[in-house]
């Protein structure tokens, strides 16, 4: 059996008649199960030092994987030790075909299935913000709140790229990236980045963007966990939310003010325009002084707001 794949269950086995067959229904109270959803170039590896935290603490979560991601992953032999960038720069890739309605699907689908234990906490971090938005905008019974780790929440404009041309997301460093970048992304249908570069100039760049307040060591292992390919078509989808679906969640702002990614002025934009949707249901506003990753390091600080977030 493929590493990521799942075994069938008493749900998928039932008849129509058997009870199980029915969709199960959100416990109300209790404690609070948080799903914790990737962003970009990402998977669930990455929340290994907040889960352990939110385990010491108590509390239940689960790390997603989003499709194309994790152990399903597509890692080339041309992307490994030595490298074949030209080989590499023609290879398809897996996550071309993947849609923000496919990873919505997936949390959606491990939503329901925790949501029998307790309240549904949605956690996502940089571009997963878009699937927990989307999450919540069709299925907002599910979910008992939303946090945003500086991540995208769409209300003016339709995704990320659109956002990347306002003023707000001038102080970002991400240019210098390009020069990661392999193959040609309208064809391959995926950003492809070289994050095992040895370029010195190419990994500092890399760093003041997302991890500039951790040691080159620490920097380096973070890298290791990453995987080349994200989907142009996650990043171009409409994800825009509304009032009367998504806007009725409670929701958790994670503001970082070191970041360069995804850069304080722009967190800041999409935290008014959602408030300014609706002004009844506004964003709950906390900061950490750390860069777009570095949240990561500072596990335990994050876990503890985590469990002391209201349902």
């Known amino acids: 059996m493929a ?16 009870p199980t067959s029915v969709p199960p229904t959100p416990q109300a109270g209790g404690a609070p199960t948080f799903v914790l959803v990737h962003g970009s170039g990402s998977n669930s590896f990455m929340w290994a030092p907040i889960q352990r935290e939110l385990a010491l603490l108590g509390h239940r979560s689960h790390a997603v994987d989003l499709p194309g991601h994790g152990f399903d992953a597509h890692y ?9 960038l030209d080989a590499w720069a023609a290879e398809p890739s897996n996550l071309a075909g993947v849609t923000l309605a496919d990873n919505v699907a997936e949390v959606l689908d491990v939503a329901r299935t925790v949501g029998r234990h307790g309240p549904v906490v949605l956690v996502g971090a ?17 979910i008992s709140r939303l946090v945003y780790i500086s991540a995208w929440s769409c209300v003016q404009r339709a995704n990320p790229i659109e956002y990347m041309q306002e003023p707000e997301f001038a102080e970002n460093l991400l240019a210098p990236l390009a020069a990661l970048n392999v193959g040609d992304p309208g064809v391959l249908g995926v950003g492809r980045a070289n994050y095992r570069s040895g370029d010195p ?27 080349p390919d994200e989907s142009l078509a996650v990043m171009t989808a409409d994800a825009t939310v509304k009032a009367e679906t998504w806007g009725t969640v409670a929701r958790s702002y994670l503001r970082l003010t070191g970041d360069r990614s995804l850069p304080i002025a722009m967190q800041d934009r999409l935290i008014a325009e959602a408030d300014a949707l609706t002004p009844d249901n506004p964003y709950d506003v906390h900061t950490l002084d750390t860069s777009h990753v570095g949240f990561l390091y500072r596990a335990r600080e994050v876990a503890a707001l985590l469990a002391g977030l209201a349902l």
Do not use: C, M, W
């Open 201 to 227: 100039e190419l990994l500092a760049a890399l760093k003041a963007a997302v991890l500039a307040d951790v040691d080159d060591a620490s920097f380096l292992a973070f890298l290791n966990i990453l995987q």
């Open 76 to 84: 080339s032999a041309a992307y490994q030790a030595p490298q074949d």
């Open 126 to 142: 940089s571009l997963g913000g878009l699937t927990i938005s989307g999450v919540a905008d069709r299925a907002p019974e599910l």
């Open 3 to 18: 590493p990521n794949s799942k075994p069938p269950t008493a749900e998928s086995a039932a008849t129509p008649q058997d």
